[in-house]
């Protein structure tokens, strides 16, 4: 894609309102949304709290009764494809905005978070009209059945790293079991959200059924929404510290929750494997997105004999990326998402060097770009298994390589974290492949590739990694509630 071929001025930045009851409206108070690439205001965002929240709960309440509780299941299929449909019609200017509000590479924006945002409602609409349920006959006494129906009305809290995509993986299964939500974007990426909600209404779901509230987290939007009692489900993605406080607040009205949470991945290589292949995929698994992809493998674990060749090739490779304006062509890392993230991720390079280690390549922002929140991808060596930036998720383009030389070894130190969401393998002996992935603790393992997704497929984290599971029919068993009909012969 060429420069002149990318729409950045024909799209204009989104002020970003609440969507309540099928209508946008204001509130008393608005913050700036600040673009990451550049520092400058993008506009402004509408800063709701337990009164917004209140009223989109009452809206969704009351819609969950109305006219979506009569829509045939086909109907609704035919809404969810609708939603996918606009979503494509509008892929450059929803791509534009999230590259605005993310500092994310447009061409990333546009083939990784847009597309697979309408993939989400278009599975989901196919979905749907497959899922059945369980029935049995209990000898010649009675035929026992079970019959689906919504959980209610659910809190969606998203995270910023992949605004749309996430929250449509969230609101199409949610839609699709005939439930009605109250969406709470991240802060500081509020307008593809904004976009979304107007997209809703237009493919003709319902007033009151999808609800948009801006705002922050604590004591804000989203506090209000884990403690409102007639929300009877919230599903977050995000750091572990935050769902631990959704957890607690949820506890009195004893919220069904789906948790996706923090991850520190191992990306597993043994000498075995195809090195170009593994160069090329673990650029992609170390830096995509910015290393803001919570199953990035910013551990990186090399056999002993293949460590020094590995370093660098990875390492040549690594400093030919292209980091700069998200709307240049070819550039693969942008800018990280806001000022208090890049101070984060910084002072973990620091740290590294107190640890002792080695920065082979980035380490600080690049010396071409004067503003914005950049950072060089970075390769840090040299740090033992207790440092803090091989035990801490960091969230940006930091990774940490280790040698090590037998494969009990390398399972270990795998799976010594607090995380268990995701894990790479990369192996071309078969036995091995299969030996080493079923003694990994994590939700997703990849075994000689790295984010290749069957939506059926379940995805979720273990340990601080998650609770529950998403995809397909595990998507439907947090969305919906099942009853058993007995009935006597």
Not at 45 to 59: F, S
Not at 98 to 111: C, H, M, N, Q
């Amino acid at each position: 894609m060429h420069v002149e071929e990318i729409p950045k001025k024909k799209v204009e930045a989104v002020n970003c309102l609440h969507f309540i009851d099928g209508n946008f409206v204001s509130s008393d108070t608005t913050f700036n949304n600040i673009n990451p690439a550049t520092e400058d205001v993008l506009g402004t965002v509408e800063e709701g709290g337990k009164k917004e929240v209140d009223l989109a709960v009452q809206a969704a309440r009351k819609a969950l009764n109305g006219e979506w509780k009569t829509i045939t299941t086909r109907e609704r299929s035919n809404i969810l494809r609708r939603i996918g449909d606009l979503i494509t019609e509008r892929i450059e200017e929803l791509a534009v905005l999230e590259s605005l509000d993310t500092g994310k590479p447009y061409e990333i924006a546009i083939e990784m978070d847009i597309k697979r945002a309408a993939h989400n409602f278009y599975f989901f609409a196919d979905f749907l009209t497959s899922m059945g349920t369980e029935a049995y006959q209990q000898d010649q006494q009675a035929l026992h059945y079970s019959i689906r129906r919504p959980v209610g009305v659910v809190g969606m809290i998203n995270p910023w790293n992949l605004p749309l995509l996430l929250l449509t993986w969230k609101l199409a299964p949610c839609l699709a079991a005939g439930n009605t939500a109250v969406m709470k974007p991240a802060e500081w990426t509020p307008m593809t959200a904004t976009v979304l909600a107007k997209i809703c209404k237009e493919a003709g779901v319902p007033d009151g059924v999808v609800n948009l509230v801006h705002g922050f987290g604590v004591d804000s939007a989203g506090a209000a929404i884990t403690e409102h009692p007639d929300v009877d489900a919230v599903t977050f993605t995000g750091e572990t510290k935050t769902g631990t406080a959704i957890m607690k607040a949820a506890a009195p009205t004893l919220k069904k929750l789906s948790f996706e949470l923090g991850g520190k991945n191992p990306n597993i290589i043994f000498a075995d494997s195809d090195i170009d292949e593994v160069i090329e995929t673990t650029l992609k698994s170390s830096f995509m997105n910015q290393g803001e992809v919570c199953l990035c493998g910013s551990r990186i674990y090399v056999e002993e004999n293949l460590f020094d060749e590995f370093l660098d090739k990875f390492t040549k490779a690594t400093k030919q990326l292209k980091v700069g304006d998200p709307f240049e062509s070819g550039i693969k890392v942008g800018a990280v998402v806001s000022k208090e993230h890049y101070e984060k991720v910084m002072s973990y390079i620091e740290i590294a060097k107190e640890e002792g280690g080695e920065i082979l390549t980035g380490g600080g922002r690049p010396a071409h770009m004067e503003k914005g929140y950049y950072i060089n991808p970075t390769i840090i060596t040299g740090l033992t298994k207790e440092s803090r930036c091989i035990r801490e998720e960091i969230f940006g383009p930091v990774v940490t390589v280790v040698p090590f030389k037998k494969e009990e070894e390398v399972i270990q130190q795998a799976n010594d974290t607090h995380y268990g969401l995701g894990a790479t393998i990369w192996t071309n002996n078969l036995r091995r492949a299969h030996r080493v992935a079923q003694q990994i603790e994590a939700g997703i393992i990849w075994v000689n590739t790295w984010y290749l997704r069957d939506l059926r497929t379940p995805f979720g984290g273990m340990k601080q990694s998650g609770i529950g599971r998403e995809g397909g029919a595990h998507s439907f068993e947090f969305y919906s509630e099942l009853s058993n009909v007995t009935i006597k012969i």
